[in-house]
């Protein structure tokens, strides 16, 4: 298959796996870190601040304390180190537009070393997604490892050119 015509892996979660931070909260729960709030079973961004009651730490931000991330994106390339500002910028972006959709969603770490960067992410979409969008702007090679059971992903985006 030529380059111009590659597709791009579907996307394979499984919806129902045990996440040891993830549990019920009581309505109007927000994080004392990020400032979300979890209202009617869901996790959402601006919300009033006289709703919010019981002050908490949102699974999110658990997860990036302790350092226990879903996903890994590792991008290379001779590209990627001509055009660092906007690979960035594009990832930024992406993380905030997913995080309207849902709002746990996050960029927990981004190293750099000599050979690319390394975005850590809480969650195992958010990492496939950027990796998606990453292809869809700049093209180049994008390949995907999933765990046995979807919970951790694992992206690799290099373009060389």
Sequence with gaps: MS?????????????????????????????????????????????????????????????????????????????????????????????HRQRLRTALPRIGKIEENEDGMIVYTTNDKLAYRLGKALFKAYKGDLSIKWSDNNIFTRVYWERDE
């Design 3 to 95: 380059k111009k015509n590659k597709r791009l892996p579907y996307l394979k979660f499984a919806e129902d796996y045990d996440d040891p931070y993830r549990s019920e909260y009581p309505n109007y729960s927000y994080c004392t870190e990020c400032g979300i709030a979890y209202i009617d079973k869901n996790w959402k961004l601006d919300v009033d601040d006289s709703l919010n009651k019981n002050p908490i730490v949102c699974p999110a931000c658990r997860k990036i304390k302790d350092n226990y991330f879903e996903g890994i994106l590792y991008i290379s390339g001779n590209f990627y180190k001509s055009h660092k500002d906007e690979i960035i910028n594009l990832i930024k972006n992406e993380e």
